[in-house]
């Protein structure tokens, strides 16, 4: 699905690519087809057409008809203006609280666990914060192993409590844990399931309410085309998160989730994950995500 996104622009820039000489026409032509892509790919009307005049307005002031090379140049124009779309700097995790709460949401199998480890990882190291890991899926006792897995992994504490059943108790016992032993950063593992549905939104919803983290975010598979777009919807519905976590960008998808994602909840994407090694993460880089689309 998103990598059609990256089709439908190579085929519409490839036109001009190879020409040495282009006419408006070929510049209008081409960025209506660049404006379809982003509308398929589900960028709002609105924000899509938004792109493509900003993209006219600076090929015309930099007479792109008359450029030496007018392809590359429009090439550049639809580069420089994805990487605006997709959010300018790179934002931060807040770590103002003490302990910074940070709520992981999303679906089962997007990879939340896993960066959850990737996290505390890199806050360790990165950050030299001291990390608390805690499992709050009271439904999957193999989703507490695989946290203190990961925990023991990076030498980060996990707190669990397999007797608990209430997932905000859990949060609360966690957090009141990490204030007696020094932790600065709490990372809440949640309970996803295969769709959204009410009962897994309440249940996040009460953890939010009641723990108000300084940090929500939400994780994402890069691969799951289309159903990303809604699940980030309906996830940003409930929660107003504060972040994404595309993962999966080790795989086969060029990443055009970004920019549909960015424009369905207008929320910064903060760091992607590319492998399933806890060194995998990386800071989100619009500049190098509208290279990767653009292929
Ligand atoms: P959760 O159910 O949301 O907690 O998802 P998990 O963290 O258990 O991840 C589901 C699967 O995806 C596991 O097999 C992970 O190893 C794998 N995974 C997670 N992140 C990445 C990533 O960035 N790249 C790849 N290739 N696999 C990942």
Redesign the pocket.
């Known amino acids: 699905m998103f990598d059609n996104l990256s089709d439908k622009l190579d085929k519409a820039l490839h036109v001009l690519k190879g020409h040495g000489q282009i006419t408006e026409v070929n510049v209008a032509e081409t960025l209506k087809e660049v404006r379809r892509a982003l509308v398929d790919a589900d960028v709002n009307f609105k924000t899509a057409k938004n792109f493509t005049n900003e993209v006219k307005e600076k090929a015309l002031g930099q007479n792109v008809l008359t450029a030496l090379k007018p392809g590359e140049l429009m090439v550049k124009l639809v580069k420089d203006e994805l990487t605006e779309l997709m959010g300018g700097d790179a934002e931060g995790i807040n770590l103002s609280g003490n302990p910074s709460v940070i709520l992981?949401s999303?679906?089962?199998?997007?990879?939340?666990?896993?960066?959850?480890?990737?996290l505390a990882n890199y806050l360790k190291t990165k950050k030299t914060k001291n990390p608390l890991l805690v499992a709050c899926?009271v439904y999957r006792p193999a989703?507490i192993d695989?946290l203190h897995v990961?925990g023991d992994q990076i030498g980060v504490e996990v707190f669990s409590d397999r007797e608990e059943k209430n997932p905000v108790a859990i949060s609360q016992k966690a957090i009141a844990y990490a204030k007696e032993n020094g932790h600065n950063v709490v990372i809440i593992?949640t309970a996803?399931r295969l769709a959204v549905d009410e009962a897994m939104m309440n249940e996040i919803s009460d953890i939010h309410k009641a723990i108000e983290p300084q940090e929500t975010l939400f994780?994402v598979?890069?691969m799951t085309g289309q159903d990303a777009v809604n699940t980030a919807k309906a996830f940003n519905d409930t929660l107003n998160f504060d972040g994404v976590i595309l993962?999966?960008?080790?795989?086969d998808t060029r990443g055009g989730a970004a920019i549909s994602i960015k424009s369905v909840v207008n929320k910064p994407i903060k760091f992607?994950?590319?492998?399933?090694k806890m060194e995998?993460?990386d800071v989100f880089y619009p500049s190098r995500m509208a290279d990767r689309i653009l292929g």
């Open positions: 992981m999303g679906l089962q199998g997007s990879g939340k666990t896993t960066f959850s480890g990737k899926d989703a695989q990961v593992d996803g994780v598979d890069s993962t999966k960008l080790d795989g992607i994950g590319t492998g399933e995998a993460i």
